[in-house]
């Protein structure tokens, strides 16, 4: 089993920045892939990004390439999400995502990841 823990969720003003972390723990080494999606109310949960352990291989949604950065820090088995010229659109909980297979083609469908964190609350005011 893996356990994630989000962090770093709050209320922002639009055009700031944000960094979320996720901290993996337990049985980390059948991890090969990261990722973080985000749901705001009403709407289904969507792809944000994803990373790739071995290689640190990103992929990200159109609508945060230019201003999300994933990557991690594998010594510490966190993954960060850093997150830049925020716009109210981006106001969702947000969640990290593990899972042990790799996939180029389904590296963004929700229900390939096994293990999720809790989430947390990200809130970008006009």
Do not use: H
């Not at 962090?7 to 920045?17: F, I, T, W």
């Not at 009403?42 to 609508?63: H, M, P, Q, Y």
């Not at 990557?71 to 990290?96: F, G, H, R, V």
């Amino acid at each position: 089993q893996v356990q994630l823990v989000e962090s770093g969720g709050g209320l922002v003003q639009a055009g700031g920045s944000l960094r979320l972390s996720c901290a993996a723990s337990g049985r980390t080494v059948s991890v090969s892939m990261m990722g973080w999606f985000r749901q705001a109310p009403g709407k289904e949960r969507e792809f944000v990004g994803s990373i790739k352990l071995n290689s640190a291989f990103t992929w990200r949604a159109d609508s945060v390439k230019g201003r999300f950065t994933i990557s991690t820090d594998n010594a510490k088995n966190t993954m960060y999400l850093q997150m830049n010229s925020l716009k109210p659109e981006d106001t969702a909980i947000y969640y990290c995502a593990a899972r042990t297979t790799l996939s180029p083609i389904t590296y963004a469908k929700a229900n390939q990841y096994t293990y999720w964190g809790q989430g947390t609350q990200v809130t970008v005011s006009s």
